[in-house]
Structure formats: C-alpha cells, structure tokens
C-alpha cells in the first residue's frame, strides 16, 4: 500500500497551503489517518489526524485554529489538510499516514499506531 502526498512548496508567512494524501496502487480501508511533520534536526511530530468512520478530528496545539484536516468522502482513504495562517516554524516534511486497525492501539496520535506512510512533501514557509 502506498500514499501519495502532495501539495507542498513554498509558503509566505500568513499564507495558506493545502496537502492532499491519496493512495496509489493496491488499497486497504483505513480506519483513521493521520499528518505528521519533521523540521530538520527534530523528530517526527503530530500534527493533525482523523477517524474515517466519525470523521472525529484530532490536532496538535500548535496548530490547532490554524489547521484542517478533512477526509474525501468518495475517495476512500483520501485526506486533505488545509493550512492557512503559516509560520515559519511550520517549515518541514509533512508525512501522511493510514491506520488500517479496526480498534486504536496507540491513538492517531502516536505515530505508532499507523501501518503505512506517505513519502513526505516539503513545505517551506518564508519569513
């Protein structure tokens, strides 16, 4: 199973991108999927997720108001994330993410609990 992440590039400080996550290739139904970020020199850190069935939203506090997560209800396994109000400390690697377990191990907010992984788009964000 693959993910496919897009949507990246370079932002302006108070400006807004949107990622787009969807799979390619072989599909599985997930049960929650999630948005994780790493900024060069850290680790990998949560920033947004989102229950399939509910569409129950989970976010970081640094970018919660800011950000969006949202699901496509005819594409299965298909996320966005819409942020807008960009900082320069959202500058990173944005990595999208599935869970295909029926019943939450870790929390989607554990980058333990998911099974597949995206390949990372870059957002820069200018000062």
């Known amino acids: 199973v693959q993910l496919q992440a897009s949507g990246g590039g370079l932002g302006q400080d108070g400006g807004s991108l949107r990622l787009s996550c969807a799979p390619s290739g072989r599909t599985v139904n997930s049960y929650g999927m999630g948005w994780f970020r790493q900024a060069p020199g850290k680790d990998r850190e949560f920033v947004a997720a989102?229950?399939?069935?509910?569409?129950?939203?989970?976010y970081a506090d640094s970018v919660r108001g800011r950000f969006t997560i949202s699901r496509d209800g005819a594409k299965r396994n298909t996320v966005y994330l819409q942020m807008n109000s960009l900082k320069p400390e959202d500058t990173g690697v944005y990595y999208c993410?599935?869970?295909?377990?029926?019943?939450?191990?870790?929390?989607?907010?554990?980058?333990?609990?998911?099974?597949?992984w995206g390949q990372g788009t870059q957002v820069t964000v200018s000062s």
């Open positions: 993410a599935a869970d295909a377990k029926k019943g939450f191990v870790y929390g989607l907010e554990s980058a333990e609990e998911y099974d597949y």
């Open positions: 989102i229950t399939w069935n509910s569409g129950r939203t989970y």
